[in-house]
């Protein structure tokens, strides 16, 4: 098993910058591929962006390309989500998510999931 803990949710105005967090710990983080979905209120949860075990993949929903980037440091047990020019419908509930599809880049099969921390976008 993986504990997830995200950080770094915020209130910011539209076209300002966050990073998230997501601090893992249990099993051997790099047995996961990690992923970031979210959900915005009164809608379903959707992928955001995923990236492999290595660091060497990634995939990134078509809303949030070119503006935001995941990452992750395995020395650290943690991948981030730099988001970018952010735009009030990226307002949403933000969750870290591990899948043991550990080689690939997975926009669902997620197997152990965060809290979650809230993104707000002002306009």
């Known amino acids: 098993q993986v504990q997830l803990v995200e950080s770094g949710g915020g209130l910011v105005q539209a076209g300002g910058s966050l990073r998230l967090s997501c601090a893992a710990s249990?099993?051997?983080?790099?047995?996961?591929?990690m992923g970031w979905l979210r959900q915005a209120p009164g809608k379903e949860r959707e992928f955001v962006a995923s990236?492999?075990?290595?660091?060497?993949?990634?995939d990134y929903a078509d809303s949030v390309k070119g503006r935001f980037t995941i990452s992750r440091d395995n020395a650290k047990n943690t991948v981030y989500l730099q988001m970018n020019s952010l735009k009030p419908e990226d307002t949403a509930v933000y969750y870290c998510?591990?899948?043991?599809?550990?080689?690939?880049?997975?926009?669902?099969?997620?197997?152990?999931w965060g809290q979650g921390t809230q993104v707000t976008v002002s306009s």
């Open positions: 990236i492999n075990w290595s660091g060497g993949s990634t």
């Open positions: 249990g099993r051997t983080f790099t047995s996961y591929a």
């Open positions: 998510a591990a899948s043991a599809y550990r080689s690939a880049t997975p926009r669902e099969m997620y197997h152990y």
